[in-house]
Structures are given as C-alpha cells and as structure tokens.
C-alpha cells in the first residue's frame, strides 16, 4: 500500500504562483507513474498533469499547459506541481495519485491510478 499525503494548496489571487507536493510513503515510490487531478464543485475530477517514473516523460491538460509543470524527486519520494498564473477557474480540491508500471508511461484516466490523496484545496480569487 502507498500512502499520499498533498500539501501546499491555500487561497490565492489570480496571476499568483502556488506550488503543491505530494509526499509519498509505504511503497515503491521510483517505480510508480504519478498523476495530479482536480476537482471543482459540481464538476468531474479531471487530470492536470502525469508523470512517469522517469520524470522526462510527462502529460498536460489542455487547459494548464504553458502554466503547469510536474516533477518528481525520487529521492524524497515526492511529486511536485508547479502553478503559475493561477486563474479563477482554477479553484479545486487537487489530488495526487500514484499507481506502479512497468514500463515508461504515464497514465490520463482516474480508473488507471491504484492509489488516491486526501487532496489539497486550491481557491484563486478574481
């Protein structure tokens, strides 16, 4: 079992910079494909960002690119998401999720990721 725990979210104006970790424990961490999604109210939980173990390899949202980026230190066991230029229509609960592969991919679908973060709430106000 892994166990994700997300940090870094808070309350924001629009244009401004948050960067979100998710900190990984009880699993084989360098091995895992990593993936970030959000969820507004009233709204699907969509993919932002994805990672493979190999932290060149990585996948954007059409509505992030250009603004975010995602990394992963394998050493401290965690991913990263960079945020910039936050806009309103930003504001979401962000969450992390982790599942093992054996090759070199990243992965898109919520249905594809074994293991799930509590979350971290992002607002971004006008």
């Known amino acids: 079992q892994m166990q994700l725990v997300e940090s870094g979210g808070g309350v924001v104006q629009a244009g401004a910079s948050l960067r979100l970790s998710c900190a990984a424990s009880?699993?084989?961490?360098?091995?895992?494909?990593m993936g970030w999604f959000r969820q507004a109210p009233g709204k699907e939980r969509e993919v932002v960002a994805a990672i493979a173990w190999i932290d060149s390899i990585t996948y954007y949202g059409d509505s992030v690119k250009g603004r975010f980026t995602i990394s992963r230190d394998n050493a401290k066991n965690t991913v990263y998401l960079q945020i910039n230029s936050l806009k309103p229509e930003d504001t979401a609960v962000y969450y992390c999720a982790a599942r093992y592969a054996s090759g070199t991919y990243y992965f898109t679908g919520r249905n594809e990721y074994q293991y799930w973060g509590q979350g971290t709430q992002v607002t971004v106000s006008a």
């Open positions: 009880g699993g084989a961490f360098s091995r895992a494909a």
